[in-house]
Antibody, heavy 124, light 105 residues
């Protein structure tokens, strides 16, 4: 079955960087976009960006444009999200999710499979 | 700046009742690229509705989506105990609304 397994929880100091991995299995990795979404404690979901796993092209939210880098290793069917210059407000659960869902109703931008989430805590 | 506004923030209902959740966008969403997700505590979001009105596989038919342009609705015809959760709308696979919590009255 299609699944994502994300890397474990991280604790970082302000100003540091974090790199979260997302190992995909059960489908052709290069055929779907891969998104990163985060959720701060008690808050809504926040889209960070996505990567075309086939071409490597990326698109980032303006909010994170200067600090986030999304990459893939297609041979390892793994995506990565690196966030730099961390601050306390970056404390959140970070999810990877497969986009571009196509069903009987047609193709869409919907995200149909999600990773389990990686908790990143930024604290001095 | 595009904004998605969900209302109400919290909906207090009893099992068996009908839930109507609203999602309004500040700019028209073309092609029905409006998605609904359900999230329960400690879990990642789950895809419910894509293309504004198509149910994802395995989603019960008590869930339905409708709307076009800037006004969209998620309806749960008769709430089951497992439906009490937070629901998010999303446009174009990017911006999310702030969510509607459906809680047991």
């Amino acid at each position: 079955q299609v699944q994502f397994v994300q890397s474990g929880a991280e604790v970082k100091k302000p100003g540091a960087s974090v790199k979260v991995s997302c190992k995909a299995s059960g489908y052709t990795f290069t055929s779907y976009p891969l998104h990163w979404v985060r959720q701060a404690p008690g808050q809504s979901l926040e889209w960070m960006g996505w990567i075309n796993a086939g071409s490597g092209n990326t698109k980032y939210s303006q909010k994170f444009q200067a600090r986030v880098t999304i990459t893939t290793d297609t041979s390892a069917t793994t995506a990565y999200m690196e966030l730099s210059s961390l601050r306390s407000e970056d404390t959140a659960i970070y999810y990877c999710a497969r986009g571009g869902y196509c069903g009987g109703g047609g193709c869409s931008f919907a995200m149909d499979v999600w990773g389990q989430g990686t908790t990143v805590t930024v604290s001095s | 700046e595009i904004v998605l506004t969900q209302s109400p923030g919290t909906l207090s209902l009893s099992p068996g009742e009908r839930a109507t959740l609203s999602c309004r966008t500040s700019q028209s969403v073309s092609g029905g690229y409006l998605t609904w997700y359900q999230q329960k505590p400690g879990q990642p979001p789950r895809l419910l509705i894509y293309g504004a009105s198509s149910r994802a596989p395995g989603i019960p038919d008590r869930f339905s989506g409708s709307g076009s342009g800037t006004d969209f609705t998620l309806t749960i015809s008769r709430l089951e105990p497992e439906d009490f959760a937070v629901y998010y709308c999303q446009q174009y696979g990017s911006l999310f609304g702030q969510g509607t919590r459906v809680e047991i009255k």
